[in-house]
């Protein structure tokens, strides 16, 4: 009986469909998976929390240091790269609420996010609830894959060093290269970033999407960050 109900799981997992976004260097990008999840728009689920971060460390609203009480992780204060690696929702609603919409704004049009006609009442919601997840923002794949390649190829400076510093996973580890940010809601699962190499020109951008059936996200994370890390090469670490 038990391993009727592992087999059911690892069938499920590895039958889900999804679609994969990836790019060395300057080179073109590459699509493997289903094509036809690149014509929709989901919701970006945690990946907003980069947007708010953005805004945050380039208006100086923030520092990768500045801590804030969270209860969703134990009831401590964390910094923004604990926050961000642990997805904390306390964490983010906060920091997007203390900047306020307009500096937020001009990051998410900056981003692509949406549109060049996206409203900040879409992803903006009365009282601050859901914005650490973009509200009711939509994107597409292509969407979040050029914000990781814009992440991946910014120039080295204050902001992008700050940036790095909050993105990288797992978020404790000095040697690690890997930038980026898992997210899921509202039936779409992502996990979009990229691996900073030694070599130059060989830095690789890796978007996976993957849909879900609301509420069972699970199997779908499982599916998202195995080819996320299989597409990069590395080995997948533990989870925390």
């Avoid at 307009?102 to 949406?114: D, N, P």
């Amino acid at each position: 009986m038990l391993l009727a109900i592992w087999l059911l799981s690892f069938f499920d997992l590895w039958s889900q469909s999804f679609v994969v976004m990836q790019t060395e260097g300057e080179g073109k990008t590459s699509v493997s998976g289903d094509r036809v999840l690149l014509t929709g728009s989901y919701p970006p689920a945690s990946t907003f929390k980069i947007l708010i971060a953005w805004a945050a460390l380039k208006s100086g609203g923030a520092t990768p240091e500045t801590l804030h009480f969270c209860a969703d992780r134990g009831g401590k204060e964390v910094g923004m790269a604990e926050a961000m690696y642990f997805s904390s929702n306390d964490y983010f609603r906060w920091l997007g609420l203390s900047l306020g919409r307009e500096k937020l704004a001009a990051v998410v049009r900056e981003s692509g996010f949406g549109g060049k006609n996206l409203k900040p009442e879409t992803w903006s919601l009365e009282g601050g609830e859901g914005l650490e997840r973009g509200g009711n923002l939509k994107v597409s794949v292509e969407e979040m894959h050029s914000l990781t390649l814009r992440l991946m190829r910014q120039k080295p400076g204050k902001l992008s060093d700050d940036l790095r510093s909050v993105l990288k996973r797992p978020w404790k580890d000095p040697e690690s290269r890997v930038f980026g940010k898992s997210g899921a809601w509202g039936g779409a699962v992502w996990m979009t970033g990229f691996f900073e190499s030694n070599h130059v020109g060989k830095n690789r951008a890796v978007t996976v999407f993957v849909p879900y059936a609301v509420p069972d996200w699970k199997p779908a994370r499982e599916k998202a960050l195995n080819e996320f890390y299989r597409c990069l090469e590395l080995p997948r670490p533990p989870d925390p």
